[in-house]
């Protein structure tokens, strides 16, 4: 076995082989992949081999896509057969919400290159005429997928990598996993040590044990999940053209032919549901092993399945497959690089590893070697979690995405598993007024306030919310609003180096007078958007920054690792240590001064800047600074004393028509003021120049992370770019993902949406190629099914001039 290798991969499933292929593929030949026993001997084997299209994500589609892609052709590709079979498949729809999310889909796929088509239940019993149609409305035929042998797939991966140079060790089990003072890694193996410069876990259900060799915790468990064949069912036999796998979220479960059987797999729903070796680790030996069958827990759903189907209930059941499925909390693989431990990357997690071999390993092998991806990887990167994704958080997530895996997912849609699991102080207080939370990063932050006691009925259109949502923005425009924002990410940046060490590593200039604000970015060495972080100077040598909640640990991650040794800074995560109270609207002054004795008139209290004040008695930072547009002030107490300072701003609004209000406010709120928001329109996929963010740049300041890269771009001009428009939309809005189209020809997809309450217009974002950028430039979005026409704007709908924030 070699000793040196630059890259090594723990794990030869379908996942690690996807992998090592694309690597190779992209040019690293100098990797090598280690399984403890035959490839394929963990999950992969007694997969079923399905490749479905249709997947509520449009990157996770274009995943799914890649793999629907490469395995057709990967025997010609690479000599290995793989028993490719491309069935397509029929989800069917039953309620007028299935039919919205299949429309919702149907854009993705436009975009994406996928086909897919809407048909109803003749057209379903005419490609399927086994199908008992009762109580379906509609079906979404995706033509483009198919499944396969995943052991053929993955030996045919393994084939083509070995090919194009890459190593495959097999029967040799890692042991351990040793940093090095050089900054490798030393892998110890069975059969000998191996030095690699990066290391990659993709162990599967083994994943968790591998990770903590290194220091570090994975929020995943491994779930069983049974499927069973049938013996031949009478009206296969014969057929020359096999059916379309067909999947019935009323039966929880998939049905295929497999020859003149059946494959029928059940996702029992939460509650029934078993994990294997619950959040404990699979015994080393566990190789190629299947679980006993549970048929009871299984029954009411092969009952509803062979309803759907009748002529499977003659059939008998041949084999039961009972075997381990690893599952994130939030169902997407985990892709990517592991906060605080350098050269370390994840490549595990997955329920649909078949489908998302090719195209996990695609992705991930361009981020690991060309420092991006070109799909937006925020969905699928380790650090999406944190340190509250403990054991019962992990086991709750786990069985209750396992449950959800062919329930409709619904805009909005709110599950309780893991919940609540981190509160500011103000978390029942809120309750008792109406509030209704919605989870980031495991806090609960409010979304809107019920103060009728209605509940929201989830929908892909404007529903019974919508009227409740206008009340709290036009109250935010015309009055003065209260949001408990506590869950933003904070961080202290104190030292000598403090300055230098942000400006390096930012794209903007750093203030240079203490109590300034400014809004920067984190770039990639290709000058790719990796984070957004406000960053208030609060004294000479010291800086507080503020991030999205979602990006607690990656925007720590990239502060922390971008730092040279030889910089005099500390980075702390204060995030638990104070509460954001956001007070914003046209009377938020009058509100505020009632409790300070700062003055926060305009000439000593400047919009952008930031200083320590005392408020209700509370000492505070105060930051003249807001993602809704009004004049306003984020305050941040101490987290002890965040309820007495709400309770004062409370008190003292009451004349001014205080409301509470809620992150669906906030959408409206900030999509009328053209903000952009990290992880939609500011990913790992643009740079600042295609989001039109170069103002947020100063080259003359030297050199930064991302400079050169953004300036050779500048050169040449970006490739896309990033539009903002309104539409004329019925009774749905952009949520991000649609097509844009030219004529008959997809152009663009659109990041994110909403509804403007307040200047009534449906607004959005989308990228698309420069010519089109120009203002006034008439464009299609396609809304659930629906061309709307669309107009790019230069500027912000509301208050471009920002009179209202300098107020
Ligand atoms: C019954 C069933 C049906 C399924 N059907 C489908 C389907 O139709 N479509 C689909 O997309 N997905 C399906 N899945 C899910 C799919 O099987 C998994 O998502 C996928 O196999 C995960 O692949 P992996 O490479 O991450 O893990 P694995 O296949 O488990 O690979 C991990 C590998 O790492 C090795 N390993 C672990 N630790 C070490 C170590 N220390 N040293 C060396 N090697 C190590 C293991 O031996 C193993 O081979 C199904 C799952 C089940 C249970």
């Known amino acids: 076995m070699k000793t040196h290798s630059r890259i090594v991969i723990v794990g030869g499933g379908i996942m690690g082989v996807g992998l090592l292929y694309h690597l190779a593929e992209e040019g690293c030949a100098d990797v090598m992949l280690i399984e403890k026993g035959e490839l394929t001997s963990g999950s992969t084997w007694h997969a079923a081999g399905q490749c479905p299209s249709l997947v509520g994500n449009y990157n996770m589609a274009k995943i799914h896509h890649h793999g629907n892609t490469l395995y057709p052709k990967l025997e010609e590709l690479t000599g290995q057969y793989v028993s490719w079979h491309a069935s397509g498949g029929i989800r069917l729809g039953r309620t007028k919400e299935d039919l919205d999310w299949f429309r919702w889909m149907r854009g993705i796929a436009n975009n994406v290159g996928f086909r897919m088509q809407i048909i109803g239940p003749d057209e379903i019993r005419s490609i399927d005429p086994l199908i008992n149609t009762d109580g379906v409305i509609a079906g979404a035929w995706t033509l483009d997928d198919g499944h396969a042998d995943p052991t053929g797939l993955t030996n045919g991966m393994a084939r083509g990598a070995k090919n194009m140079g890459a190593t495959i060790v097999r029967h040799n089990r890692v042991t351990d996993i040793k940093a090095l003072p050089s900054g490798e890694w030393e892998v110890s193996t069975e059969k000998g040590t191996v030095t690699a410069e990066i290391v990659v876990n993709a162990a599967g259900c083994f994943a968790r044990r591998v990770a903590q060799w290194v220091g570090t915790d994975l929020p995943m468990c491994n779930m069983e999940h049974h499927y069973v064949v049938t013996g031949p069912v009478a009206e296969y036999v014969g057929r020359d053209k096999e059916m379309p796998v067909i999947r019935d979220p009323h039966a929880s479960c998939y049905i295929r032919q497999e020859q003149d059987c059946a494959v029928i797999g059940i996702y029992e729903h939460v509650g029934m549901t078993q994990a294997w070796a619950p959040r404990g680790f699979p015994n080393w030996d566990s190789d190629s092993e299947l ?79 060309h420092g991006d991806s070109e799909i937006n990887m925020t969905g699928y990167d380790p650090r999406r979690f944190g340190g509250y994704a403990n054991d ?109 060490f942000l400006n390096r590593i930012c794209a903007n200039r750093m203030p240079t007078k203490v109590g300034g604000i400014v809004l920067t970015h984190i770039l990639s060495e290709n000058g790719r958007i990796k984070g957004e972080i406000t960053v208030t100077r609060l004294g000479d040598d010291h800086y507080y920054a503020l991030s999205a909640a979602a990006a607690e640990t990656r925007d720590l991650d990239h502060l922390v690792q971008g730092k040279l040794d030889a910089e005099n800074v500390d980075i702390i995560n204060i995030t638990d240590d104070r509460g954001v109270l956001v007070l914003a609207g046209p009377r938020s002054r009058e509100v505020l001064a009632k409790l300070t004795d700062s003055s926060l008139e305009s000439d000593s209290f400047r919009w952008l800047t930031g200083k320590e004040i005392t408020v209700a008695g509370v000492s505070l930072r105060a930051l003249r600074v807001n993602y809704v547009g009004e004049l306003g002030w984020e305050l941040h107490p101490p987290m002890a004393d ?44 643009v740079t600042m120049l295609d989001s039109d963010m170069e103002r947020f740049i100063k080259f003359d300041k030297g050199d930064f992370v991302g400079r050169e890269a953004t300036l050779k771009q500048r050169g040449k001009g970006p490739t896309t770019r990033l539009v903002y428009f309104d539409l004329d939309a019925g009774e749905s809005d952009v949520r991000g993902s649609e097509p844009v189209y030219d004529g008959d020809t997809v152009v663009g997809v659109t990041t994110s949406g909403g509804y403007g309450h307040f200047v009534q217009k449906s607004l959005g974002f989308a990228y698309v190629p420069p010519e089109y950028a120009g203002p006034g430039t008439r464009l299609e979005v396609e809304l659930l099914g629906e061309r709307c026409m669309a107009t790019v704007r230069q500027d912000p709908v509301y208050d471009p001039q920002n009179k209202c924030l300098k107020a």
């Open 392 to 500: 019962d958080y992990m086991l709750a997530k786990g069985f209750q995405d396992y449950g959800l895996t062919y329930i409709t997912p619904l805009p909005g849609e709110e599950f309780p598993a893991g919940r609540p699991s981190r509160t500011s102080p103000l978390y029942d207080k809120l309750c008792q007024q109406g509030c209704v939370h919605t989870e980031t990063f495991g806090w609960e932050r409010p979304k809107w306030f019920s103060l009728d006691g209605r509940e929201e009925e989830y929908s892909f259109r404007r529903n019974n919310v919508f009227e409740v949502i206008r009340d709290e923005c036009m109250a935010v425009r015309q009055r003065v609003g209260l949001l408990d924002l506590s869950g933003f990410a904070k961080y202290d940046i104190n030292g000598p180096d403090a300055g230098d």
């Open 291 to 369: 679980f006993p069958e549970d048929l009871e827990r299984l029954m009411p759903w092969l009952g509803r399945a062979m309803e759907r189907v009748p002529g499977l209930e003659n059939a008998g059941i041949k084999r039961v497959f009972n075997g381990a499925i690893s599952h994130s909390a939030d169902g997407p693989p985990l892709l990517g690089p592991v906060a605080g431990v350098k050269n370390f990357w994840m490549c595990c997690g997955s329920s649909f590893g078949i489908a998302q071999g090719a195209g996990a390993g695609k992705y991930l092998a361009q981020w690991m070697l």
């Open 642 to 685: 965040l309820e007495a300072v709400y309770d004062a701003l409370w008190q003292a609004g009451e004349e001014f028509g205080m409301v509470n209000f809620g992150l669906y406010a906030v959408n409206s709120l900030r999509i009328e003021k053209a903000y952009r928001g990290w992880g939609d329109e500011l990913t790992n996929e």
